[in-house]
Every structure is written in structure tokens, then in C-alpha cells.
């Protein structure tokens, strides 16, 4: 089966730094209505999303959970399911000792891709990655994956012309 990769935060929702409360989450424009259509088009959605804000200490797991709790039910009220998350909250400057390593999740390090390829049946061949940064199209290239960099504007939109063979579905 194919699969789409999604970053979070600046693909999925407006980054506004460090977004560890829900009433920071809020959707980017064509989102909901981008992965409903990956949704209904045969493909299952994954987030891999780097958390180094975890790491720093600018908000918890709890937080990221109601956040994540939060971006499922916008995504439901809109007819979009997230098949399976990765989120990495290691960094190598972390403050939170803990979670100050180099860690094969991080971005641009494939190791959450890789991790959902292993949990998952997915057509590699068929499946890309959209991110916001460099380092997303890196860890995508890693794990052998196409990568397209969103820049912003709306994700319906972006998606559409990435892969316009899903318009027609």
C-alpha cells in the first residue's frame, strides 16, 4: 500500500514554534481536505515530526499527546484520519538530560520513516514524504523515499500538484 509521510508542524499545522499546547494547533489551510484525500485515495498518512521542544523542555509528552489528541479530532470533524505517528523529542543540546543524545530518529536521520516501514506493509516505490525543511527531504531520501518541500500556502493545493493522478480517484 502506498503511504504519504507528513512532517507536523508547517505541513500539517501553522508553525508557530515549539507548538505544545492545543490551543496552538491550528491547521494549515487544505490539510484536512489533503489527507482526507490521501485518506480516500488508498493511501495511509504517517507524521514524522521532530519534538526537540520535549528535549528542551518547553512543554511534555502530556503535552505533545493533547496536542496529538487534538490535531486527530480537527482531522476526524473534517473526514481525515492519521494512520500512525513517529515523533523524535531527542536533541543533542537538549536541556532535559534524558533526551540530550544524537538519536537515529532525528531528522534528517531516517529512523522514524524506517520505524513505520517496519511496523507497516507499504509500497516504498509508491509512497513519498512532504516537509517544510531540508532535513525532511534528507531523512526521506535516506530511507529511499521521493521528498517534496512544502513551502507554505495550501496543502490541497501542494498535494495536487505533486500528485495530480489523485485528483482523478
Not at 36 to 61: A, C, D, K, P, W
Request: proline share 5%; hydrophobic share 40%; glycine share 8%.
Amino acid at each position: 500500500m502506498p503511504a504519504a509521510f507528513l512532517d507536523r508542524d508547517g505541513v500539517i499545522n501553522i508553525d508557530v514554534g515549539f507548538v505544545g499546547r492545543p490551543r496552538d494547533f491550528t491547521l494549515i489551510e487544505g490539510a484536512a481536505e489533503a489527507i482526507s484525500l490521501l485518506n480516500r485515495s488508498g493511501y495511509r498518512v504517517f507524521v514524522v515530526t521532530n519534538q526537540s521542544g520535549i528535549g528542551r523542555g518547553y512543554y511534555t509528552e502530556a503535552d505533545f499527546s493533547a496536542v496529538t489528541a487534538c490535531m486527530h479530532s480537527l482531522l476526524a470533524r473534517r473526514g481525515a484520519h492519521i494512520d500512525d505517528i513517529r515523533h523524535c523529542p531527542f536533541h543533542p543540546e537538549a536541556t532535559v538530560e534524558r533526551y540530550r543524545v544524537d538519536h537515529p530518529w532525528r531528522k534528517p536521520a531516517p529512523g522514524m520513516i524506517l520505524d513505520i516501514l517496519s511496523h507497516w506493509d507499504v509500497d516504498v516505490n509508491a509512497s513519498f514524504l512532504i516537509g517544510d525543511s531540508l532535513r525532511d527531504l534528507e531523512a526521506a531520501s535516506a530511507a529511499g523515499i521521493q521528498g517534496y518541500l512544502f513551502e507554505g500556502g495550501d496543502l490541497l493545493e501542494f498535494l495536487k500538484t505533486i500528485k495530480p493522478e489523485l485528483e482523478r480517484s
